[in-house]
């Protein structure tokens, strides 16, 4: 994914963990997140309830391989529109970022 994303113009920086990001200072200046569900010890969903608690406005994009429509359902009532199934499409992929960047331009000029 971070080929994909340099090849097309974006910086990006891959995490380990969640944890891993967490202890980055310069998470919270980051145009976008894009966030796998099911990550080692602390989840996607929990990495993105540190970053409400925060106070970031940083908008993310959650990818999973799950596909219960209970699950999306939930996902969706937490306010997890930007949500992708794997395999994720490169094209799919760099539109929503792309779309999640035009949404909240006022991120861009930080």
């Keep these: 994914m971070g080929r994909l994303l340099r090849s097309h ?4 920086t891959a995490y380990e ?6 202890a980055d ?4 200046r980051m ?4 966030l796998d ?3 080692p010890e602390m989840n996607g969903f929990e990495l993105r309830d540190h970053l409400v608690e925060l106070g970031s ?6 990818f999973t391989g ?16 930007l949500y992708l199934r794997k395999p994720v499409d490169d094209n799919q ?9 035009t949404r909240a331009p006022g991120l861009l000029d930080s």
């Design 9 to 12: 113009g974006y910086e990006c």
């Design 17 to 22: 963990s969640a944890e891993a990001a967490l």
């Design 25 to 28: 200072p310069e998470l919270l």
């Design 31 to 34: 145009h976008c997140l894009v």
């Design 37 to 39: 569900i099911e990550l």
């Design 57 to 62: 406005p940083i908008p993310y994009i959650f």
């Design 66 to 81: 799950h596909a219960e429509s209970d699950f999306v359902d939930w996902s969706v009532r937490m306010g997890d529109s």
């Design 93 to 101: 992929l760099l539109a929503t970022i792309e779309k999640l960047i």
